[in-house]
């Protein structure tokens, strides 16, 4: 028997030949890894330097939005490069790390600080101070370091929102130690009822894993996520609950149930001892105050002890509607939801009391109602009787888009009309609100987990004359959540103060 032995296969026209590689392949692969292996080098600089800024001067760091909390090497790294999205470059590792260096040094107080916006400020600024630089730009904290008295926060119901609300009040808690989370009330569902909220709090299929640990008190009714003690508290009747008995004093109760909506019915949390505010996380009827961060919360009083967070879509969209309102002028427009299935739709078709959500949630494109047009208004009087809206339901789990079409008093071209929303997103007091970007290819998961309230699409933007189309992305549970837990810290004065400082977009070029 003959035997052959196989030779590699060598064709100079197939990429995936096993033909020798040329010294200019060997030399460019050397080079990528070296890059590599530099950046990792950086990124694990930065690791320690970022962890005592959060210990000591209770600062977090961020890249253009990007938090940077229990972080990786990894993570840095890819915090970096998507600033390219924004400033159309990558940002190097080599502008930031020298800024987090001179931030360790400084007696800073409690802020979130974008190293992003700090990098490129410096290098347009062109000063060569960094240290001087920096303590211009930081001015505000500059010193004024101080100890922070932790708010009681109590979530009421532990849904969809609940849970996520959870989440980050946890990761809040251990960055800025403003707002703790004390406690949950729900229904009592069996007895296996607090493993089961404890598993759907650490897994979830849109959002992932609970980043940490959780594990669960039974005797106690406390769930423990990452060092935090969740009281369990079982109760059918908001006015009956003693917080007290828990050691939870003029706690802020957040209702995500949306069982009650009115003064009346949101008044029962107020009879129970130990609470001092409510806030809702929905649309609020009658009287209530309707507040969208970045837009309204400066008009929360003392005596305001019921306000609501309004939606998802009316967070989504106002502080879109009003920075182009304040520039061009906005005299009607209609607004088109499309938005992802909620759990008030059915899985397959049944009866439902609501026009047509009682079919397939799965299966189904539905038509139905929203309100956010209309309760714009309550956060923008300005836009009262301008806006009509509709909404159709599609077979996604998370991540709605909210299709903006407005007659304006002046005509615009759609490119002046991006560039000016990207630098609202960059530089403007409502850059955590607004994001904008300029993707082909970015499709609805791209943005779960986004913690903006809307996010622009320039690419899909139409001017024609006075008439303009946006496209607006948002992630109706986390970004939304992240709005509510803003409005939560403003009613605590625990909000850390955002730097580098941040422009009026009325008065961006």
Known sequence: MQIVTARPYKDSNCPHSLKDESPRMTAN????????????????????????????????????GRLLIDVTDIDIIKSHRYARRITDRELPLQATLPILKELSEMDLGT???DLGRLATGFERSGETDLRAYLEKELAEVLGAAREIESTD???YGFGRIGRLLARILVSREAAYGGVRLRAVVVRQNGEDDIMKRASLLRRDSVHGAFDGTISVDREKNIIWANG??????????????????????????VDNTGRWRDREGLSQHLKSKGVAR???TAPGKGDLKNVVYGINHGDIKDEDTIITAASCTTNAITPVLKVINDRYGVEHGHVETVHSFTN???LIDNFHKGPRRGRAAGLNMVLTETGAAK?????????????????????????????????????????????FLRKVSLHSNLRQQIDYIHSPEVVSTDFVG??????????????????????????????????VIRIVEEVAGARPTVLPARVNPSDIK
Not at 233 to 250: C, E, K
Not at 401 to 415: I, P, T, Y
């Open 228 to 253: 935090t003690p969740i009281q369990v508290i079982y109760s059918n009747d908001p006015a009956t609950v003693d917080y007290t008995a828990y050691d939870i004093q003029d706690a802020i109760v």
């Open 375 to 419: 309760a714009v208004s309550k956060a923008l009087p300005e836009f009262e009787g301008k806006l009509s809206g509709n909404a159709i339901r599609v077979p996604t789990p998370d991540v709605s888009m909210a299709v903006l079409n407005l007659n304006l008093e002046k005509e615009v071209e759609a490119d002046e009309v991006n560039n």
């Open 29 to 64: 692969t050397q080079a990528s890894q070296q890059d590599w292996n530099e950046r990792i080098d950086l990124a694990q600089q930065m690791l320690p330097l970022i962890s005592q800024l959060q210990r000591t001067n209770n600062v977090v760091t961020s890249i253009f």
């Open 278 to 280: 409510v806030v809702l």
């Open 450 to 483: 986004t913690t903006h309230a809307g996010i622009v699409d320039g690419l899909a933007t139409i001017a024609n004359g006075r008439y303009l189309v946006l496209y607006v992305w948002y992630d109706n549970e986390y970004g939304y959540s992240n709005q």
């Open 344 to 346: 008030d739709q059915n």
């Open 111 to 113: 802020a979130s600080i």
């Open 153 to 155: 926060v109590v979530l």
